[in-house]
């Protein structure tokens, strides 16, 4: 179902060369044709529309040209018989020029396509090149590894060798050295025998001895001759086993050197490929470089054309307007002759009939003469005011024209924009509103958060000051950097130990840093409690009084909390409730021991 007074597609109401479709496929493919200005501005920002009358309404709301008569002279679905001949040859070159685009669009896509599958395969080989170098460097390192594991086993084997000559020359000398001993063992028992038939006891026991002394003796033969036995089986196993792994290192070397071979002239053919490849693509780029190039010229060139020829259509375009407007205003002009014609029969008609002849000799003051002369007067009069409507028509006509493009959408841009305005100012106003109650609530918070910190730094400073008198037996206090102020500045410790001046945390040796500290530790604590606390060494630098003050403290602060304290004092120790230990056993291992200390125990 069709728009009211909408008659089609300007691209379907123009007849043109198929070889220039394309071009006024661009030029009024999105503009809709309708037949009035009224039915065109319910689709006002939604179309590029032009009317039958020659207005343009453009998508931003722009209207340009038109008038109530057919004053342009481009129609749909007509043709120009006035077309200059600059403007066909025009045409031919544009056409011309077009087909010279089509045909380096195409080169372009193609060479496009190449230089995207040339890159492909040059990513595909240079990632096969970096696998194959990867490859080859873990094969060389594989070589290398498998060298030094062969040249370990011939040192292996040697030594296997000597220690292997060195048992063998062992079970020989035992094997010669056992004979002897296995008769000298037979003289003996027989000695041993004779001597206990001769019942000579001394004699007899220094034989026994003897005889033990050889029994033994041949046990560690026995026992060493199969000591090497067995370290000769096991060398021999060994040896084996080494000869197994060095002829099976062999062939692995074999095999890397046929890899590495392989890989060798792989990476050769793929380095030939490769800068077959970056050739190719070298070449391509410096194809399609100039293509782009020509390609820009000869967009350049049609951009031109196209100008020239606009500025022909709009040239073309002027003057069948001025034209037109020289008609209106001869048809204008010929409207207000034939008034003032009417005029002048009109005053003709008033006249008498007959006319009264004119003497001869008339006096100018005379009545007739005056008649005439105000005749005359008022058709100059009516002469004037014709030449000034004229005039004011004109500078009319032009005011209009410099008025264009006339903006449609003004109207409703202004309404949504007052809108806009109207809400804008009201979420001002609301964040205006917001913005006072957020002061004020800023203000509230950092009255009351100066209230809360002032309430707190006056109770910790006086627990401060108790609790450093109790433990140094002189007096602090807590000083800050802007009392009007708090939070732009510090918080400073100021110590007056007894016997010393005045210092700040700074300046403070070891203990009396600490003393410091676990006083303002205590003075929170006391202020708002924590239910545990774990000290760890805080008594290392404290001489014993202080420890003793130390503990003594801790332990009066535990009735609120629970203390957890890591030291090597005596004092602290003793003073503990229950004393965990904790010492190195035998090894790297640590032993933890429970201890109840009695009140009389000591430590050591």
């Known amino acids: 179902r069709y728009a009211k007074g909408f008659v089609d597609y300007a691209i379907r109401l123009i007849d043109c060369d198929p070889r220039y479709q394309k071009v006024f496929a661009y030029v009024f493919g999105s503009t809709v044709v309708f037949e009035t200005l009224n039915d065109a ?19 931003s709301g722009a209207m340009t040209g038109g008038s109530t008569s057919h004053r342009s002279g481009l129609h749909f679905g007509t043709n120009d018989t006035m077309e200059s001949s600059e403007i066909r040859s025009l045409r031919t070159r544009l056409g011309e020029i077009e087909q010279i685009l089509h045909h380096c669009e195409g080169l372009i896509t193609t060479e496009s396509a190449s230089v995207k599958q040339i890159t492909q395969e040059l990513t595909e080989t240079r990632a096969k090149h970096s696998e194959t170098k990867l490859r080859l460097e873990q094969l060389q390192r594989e070589i290398e590894q498998s060298q030094t594991n062969q040249a370990q086993m011939r040192s292996l084997l040697a030594k296997n060798n000597q220690e292997l000559s060195a048992a063998t020359q062992r079970l020989e000398t035992i094997a010669i050295e056992l004979p002897q ?33 050889q029994e033994a003796q041949l046990r560690e033969c026995e026992q060493a001759l199969r000591n090497t036995e067995k370290q000769l089986q096991q060398k021999e196993n060994q040896q084996q086993r080494l000869r197994d792994q060095l002829t099976e290192g062999h062939r692995k070397i074999a095999d890397y050197q046929t890899q590495i071979e392989s890989w060798q002239q792989q990476q050769s053919a793929i380095n030939t490929q490769l800068e077959t ?6 070449e391509t780029t410096v194809a399609l470089r100039q293509l782009e190039e020509k390609l820009g010229q000869e967009k350049q060139k049609r ?93 009319g006509q032009k005011r209009l024209q410099a008025m264009e493009p006339v903006n449609m959408l003004a109207l409703e841009e202004y309404d949504r924009t007052q809108a ?9 106003e609301t964040i205006a509103g917001e913005r006072t109650e957020l002061l004020l609530r800023i203000e509230n918070f950092t009255t009351l958060r100066y209230r809360a910190f002032k309430e707190a730094f006056d109770a910790v400073n006086e627990n401060f000051q108790a609790i450093f008198a109790e433990l140094s037996d002189g007096d602090g ?32 040796s070891g203990g009396e840093k600490s003393l410091t ?64 230990g904790v010492t190195q056993a035998r090894g790297a291992y640590t032993q933890v021991l429970g201890l109840k200390l009695s009140p009389k125990s000591t430590v050591n």
Not at 43 to 59: A, F, N, P, Q
Not at 186 to 211: F, G, K, P, Y
Not at 277 to 282: A, D, H, N, S
Not at 536 to 541: L, Y
């Open 420 to 428: 806009r305005l109207q809400e804008l100012s009201e979420k001002l």
């Open 477 to 508: 206090y807590l000083q800050l950097d802007d009392p009007e102020d708090p939070f732009s500045g510090g918080l400073n410790l100021v110590a007056h130990p007894k016997g010393k001046p005045v210092r700040r945390l700074a300046s403070m």
């Open 181 to 213: 001993q296995e008769s000298q063992l037979a003289d003996l028992r027989q000695q041993l025998a004779q001597l206990e038939e001769s019942q000579t006891h001394n004699e007899w026991q220094q034989i026994q001895n003897t005889i033990k002394t």
């Open 41 to 59: 501005r319910t689709y006002l920002g939604k179309h590029r529309i032009v009317t039958l009358d020659g207005e343009i309404l453009e998508i």
């Open 277 to 282: 490849l970056t050739k190719q693509i070298t």
């Open 303 to 395: 951009d031109r054309t196209e100008q020239h020829l606009q500025n022909l259509r709009q040239q073309h375009q002027e003057t069948s307007w001025q034209q037109q407007k020289l008609q209106e205003t001869q048809s204008a002009r010929a409207e207000k002759l034939a008034s003032l014609q009417t005029q002048l029969q009109d005053q003709a008609a008033e006249l008498p009939d007959p006319i009264p002849e004119i003497p001869p000799i008339v006096n100018k003051n005379s009545p007739s003469s005056d008649k005439k002369s105000s005749e005359g007067i008022a058709l100059d009069s009516l002469a004037a005011q014709l030449e000034q409507l004229q005039k004011e028509l004109r500078n």
């Open 517 to 580: 500290a676990l006083s303002f530790i205590f003075a929170l604590q006391r202020y708002r409690p924590s239910p545990f606390y774990a000290f760890d060494e805080v008594d290392m630098f404290l001489d014993g009084a202080n420890v003793q003050r130390l503990a003594k403290m801790i332990k009066q602060q535990a009735k609120l909390a629970q203390f957890i304290v890591v030291s090597l004092r005596r004092p602290m120790i003793e003073s503990a409730q229950r004393t965990i």
